[in-house]
């Protein structure tokens, strides 16, 4: 797999693997997520690459205190062969270069065996609640 940067013509590619994964929610526009990462800062939107065809993404952000990880997603017909865990580190290593300290993550509780992959990446709940408010609306 090739990991490079986002690049426009790669929109409807990854919109269908997020909704492959089940990532997209009603309430989030994912062409409008899309826009606002490409709007912020697009050398942390990665895209996994095989024979052309996008079978992973990651979509993060760093603020300066904290990075955040979001629509981490690889094609289920490629999951258990690594791939997460090499776009995982592509993160990890562009965040660490700026400085980031410590890399958050979401994952819905709908998905307890997600959890646990990224536990076994290291990562680990604390001692915290992950609370949100929606400003604009997507509909």
């Not at 269908?16 to 989030?28: F, G, K």
């Not at 997460?84 to 819905?108: D, S, Y």
Request: with cysteine.
């Amino acid at each position: 797999m090739q990991i490079r940067p986002f690049q426009p013509g790669d929109e409807e590619s990854v919109i269908a693997l997020w909704e492959h994964c089940e990532l997209t929610r009603p309430w989030n526009d994912p062409r409008r997520d899309i826009a606002r990462k490409l709007a912020e800062d697009p050398s942390l939107f990665l895209v996994g690459i095989e024979a052309d065809t996008v079978i992973a993404s990651a979509m993060a952000g760093y603020d300066g205190h904290r990075g955040w990880v979001h629509y981490l997603a690889v094609s289920p017909d490629r999951q258990r062969c690594g791939l997460g865990r090499q776009l995982l580190a592509a993160v990890e290593r562009a965040l660490q270069a700026r400085g980031c300290p410590k890399l958050m993550l979401m994952v819905r509780n709908e998905h307890p065996a997600l959890i646990d992959y990224y536990r076994r990446q290291g990562y680990d709940d604390g001692d915290f609640v992950t609370l949100g408010k929606r400003l604009i609306a997507d509909d």
